[in-house]
């Protein structure tokens, strides 16, 4: 099909003055990808997916959102009340909602899988340190966008997640209180704060797209990784992106459409987990809730800041846990990527993924010592792995790596 | 990781994920499994019926209009009834209680909260409802006066007196007083999302759809594929 369109008249005098044709080869006819790609390379392009989802529907959920904190009958906000009439009110507008919410979460299931695919086969060891980097920028501005779309319904959850998310930078010497100001515009979360949260929340993903762009240009210059970690010659071992991946990625996208449409169609509250129980219940200033817990995505941050008695360590150890992130290329040394061949990463790779989401589960609940125990030796692997990396190497028996892939 | 592998972990996630977070309330009690259709036409009117005529004497369902009560399939009620209903309110008003906030609050101490959204805010949803209008209880410690004990309420001291007289109720009608619990708690529930049944019809469509497509992709992929050894 796309031979058909590339040879018609209209394509050529589109090519004539874009150079379209030679784009077209260079990244997808004729761009070469290793043949023997697993399934989990196939979250890149569902990531992409989810980000376009976003941004269409909230493109759609803007025209009826309303950011403002005024008050109205009830104890409900004219935000809240806005967000309700596009659930009962604007055509679809119930779809549009949960698409958005439920998308919310799904953009960081798929992205916490194409992470963990990086981290397991070494996708972030040279060359490709930049790509990897790149992808920790989209991280922290993705949980940034999350967190200012999660003030926009101001329920209750939105209100004091945002209360306790902005002390958290108060905390911080010297600049904390100036910082905290300006991201609340004021002294207390309140209308100002909503306003520029909605501003910042429509701002992040586009800059997302952006950034999004120099990822896959990245990619496009190393190319992919693939599950042995052996650098790859064109030839033997690669195919052609179009038609072998294209058409393996969309058939990933029908079952990740399976997945996500069964959630918005039939549970997009999920249980409390997708939109907390709490967000029902109209953000109230004098009333805090009994038990303040940010969405699932971001708990296993909140348990590391939770994990520390003094507000300040813990911020800088929240920080610090995902600025770690970054070193990440640097910190490993071993030669070989992935951890097929590397007996003692392997082992503590699986227990990184183990320890995230233990920590993502204390985050998630009340906390009583022992969860906060478990919270804390958690934490502490969270680290330990990072800083255990530039010495693995030393003493690793890495399996032989076979001749080609 | 193999697709097969893959699509295990996914299913299996999503069926732990599910039952988890809603089902305990607050207060950690147990709470009474209602019997609530949010699509049974009849279990909403009888529902609206029991709101309008006692729950609506404190509470109000803001987002819900009189026009909805003529408009959503499962309600559908005929111009006439609306009419009567609503008397000289317009008709996109939404249910508002004639019960002042500051007269409420002399009363009974509290603004009864709306209720349109109540199924949604509160853990355990209907069940939750179901069970604080059947939990009026006396206080087993005789320390919260007849009528503001309830078993179900976090800390059991509840400001809304016993709306359907649940407590020192004649044995002969407990099952009327439950199903008037019952049914308004289908139409809290329905009203929570009025959308929810045409959700779920569109949705089934959605997935056969889906289940197609997704079948055609993976034939396309295993035939474009084939002579690739890997
Ligand atoms: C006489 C006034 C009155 C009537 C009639 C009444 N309520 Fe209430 N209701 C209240 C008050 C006051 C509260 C606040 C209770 C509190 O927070 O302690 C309340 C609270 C509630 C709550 C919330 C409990 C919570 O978790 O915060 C529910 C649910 C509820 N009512 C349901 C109903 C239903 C259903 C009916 C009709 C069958 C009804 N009420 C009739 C006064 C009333
Ligand atoms: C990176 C992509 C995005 C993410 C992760 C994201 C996330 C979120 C989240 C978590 C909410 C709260 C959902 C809820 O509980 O109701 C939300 C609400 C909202 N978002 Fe986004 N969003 C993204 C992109 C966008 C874009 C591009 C727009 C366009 C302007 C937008 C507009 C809105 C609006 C208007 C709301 C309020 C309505 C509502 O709460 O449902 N979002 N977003």
């Not at chain 1, 969309?250 to 997009?268: I, M, Q, S």
């Not at chain 1, 910190?331 to 920590?359: E, G, H």
């Not at chain 2, 019997?35 to 509470?59: K, P, W, Y």
């Not at chain 2, 008037?180 to 089934?204: S, Y």
Request: aromatic share 14%; glycine share 8%.
């Amino acid at each position: 099909m796309l031979d058909t369109i590339m040879k018609s008249k209209l394509f050529g005098w589109i090519d004539e003055r874009t150079g379209a044709e030679a784009i077209i080869k260079s990244q997808l006819t004729e761009y070469e990808v290793p043949k023997n790609l697993n399934y989990m390379w196939n979250f890149g392009s569902l990531a992409l997916l989810v980000l376009v989802l976003q941004i269409l529907t909230g493109i759609f959920l803007a025209m009826y959102y309303k950011p403002s904190a005024a008050l109205t009958m009830g104890g409900y906000t004219v935000a809240f009340d806005s967000v309700e009439r596009i659930m009962r009110d604007v055509n679809f507008g119930w779809l549009i909602r949960y698409m958005h919410a439920v998308g919310a979460s799904a953009f960081f299931v798929v992205v916490y899988m194409h992470i963990g695919r990086g981290l397991y086969y070494g996708s972030y060891k040279g060359p490709r340190e930049l790509l990897w980097i790149i992808g920790v920028v989209i991280l922290l501005i993705m949980q940034g966008a999350a967190f200012f779309g999660y003030l926009l319904p101001w329920g209750q959850m939105s209100f004091w997640g945002a209360t306790v998310i902005t002390n958290l930078f108060g905390a911080l010497p010297v600049i904390g209180g100036f910082l905290q100001e300006v991201l609340r515009g004021g002294f207390a979360v309140g209308d100002p704060t909503l306003n520029r949260f909605f501003s910042l929340h429509y701002l992040f993903p586009l800059l997302l797209a952006a950034i999004v762009g120099g990822h896959v240009h990245a990619l496009h210059v190393v190319h992919s990784n693939n599950p042995t970690g052996l650098d790859v010659h064109a030839g033997k071992s690669t195919i052609p992106f179009h038609p072998y991946y294209t058409i393996k990625d969309a058939f990933g996208v029908g079952v990740f459409l399976l997945f996500y449409c069964y959630v918005v169609f039939f549970n997009p509250q999920m249980g409390g987990y997708f939109i907390e129980v709490d967000n029902y219940v109209p953000a109230n200033n004098l009333q805090t809730p009994p038990h303040i817990a940010p969405v699932w995505y971001l708990t296993p941050w909140y348990t590391i800041l939770r994990s520390f008695e003094s507000k300040l360590l813990g911020v800088v150890a929240m920080g610090a846990s995902l600025a770690i992130l970054f070193l990440l290329p640097f910190l490993d040394r071993s030669k070989v990527r992935s951890a097929r061949y590397r007996p003692v990463y392997r082992q503590m790779v699986y227990l990184f993924f183990v320890t995230v989401i233990i920590l993502g589960y204390c985050g998630h609940s009340a906390p009583t010592p022992t969860l906060k125990l478990i919270g804390q030796i958690t934490t502490a692997y969270y680290f330990a792995f990072f800083l255990l990396l530039p010495f693995v190497h030393k003493f690793e028996k890495t399996k032989p790596l076979p001749e080609e892939i | 990781m193999k697709l097969k592998q893959l699509l295990t972990v996914a299913c299996m996630s999503l069926a732990l994920a599910l039952p988890f977070g809603v089902q305990a309330n607050e207060g950690g009690v147990a709470l009474k499994h209602a019997e609530v259709d949010a699509s049974s036409h009849e279990q909403i009117n009888r529902g609206l019926t029991v709101f309008t005529e006692v729950c609506m004497g404190c509470h109000s369902a803001k987002y819900v209009t009189y026009k909805g009560l003529l408009d959503y399939p499962e309600i559908g009620l005929t111009r006439e009834a609306v009419d009567e209903l609503r008397g000289d309110r317009p008709i996109t008003s939404g249910l508002i209680t004639d019960l002042s906030p500051e007269d409420a609050t002399v009363s009974y101490g509290k603004v009864p909260p709306d209720l349109s959204l109540i199924v949604n805010a509160r853990r355990g949803g209907a069940n939750y409802v179901y069970s604080i209008l059947t939990g009026f209880e006396k206080d087993p410690e005789g320390k919260i006066l007849d009528g503001n004990f309830n078993e179900y309420f976090p800390g059991h001291r509840i400001a809304m007196p016993d709306p359907l007289g649940w407590l020192d109720h004649d044995e002969a009608d407990t099952a009327e007083l439950e199903a008037q619990a019952n049914d308004v708690a289908a139409f809290l529930t329905f009203i929570g999302d009025p959308h929810q049944n045409e959700r779920h019809a569109i949705g089934k469509y959605v997935m056969i759809f889906l289940i197609l497509l997704t079948i055609v992709l993976y034939l396309l992929k295993k035939e474009v594929w084939k002579d690739v050894k890997h």
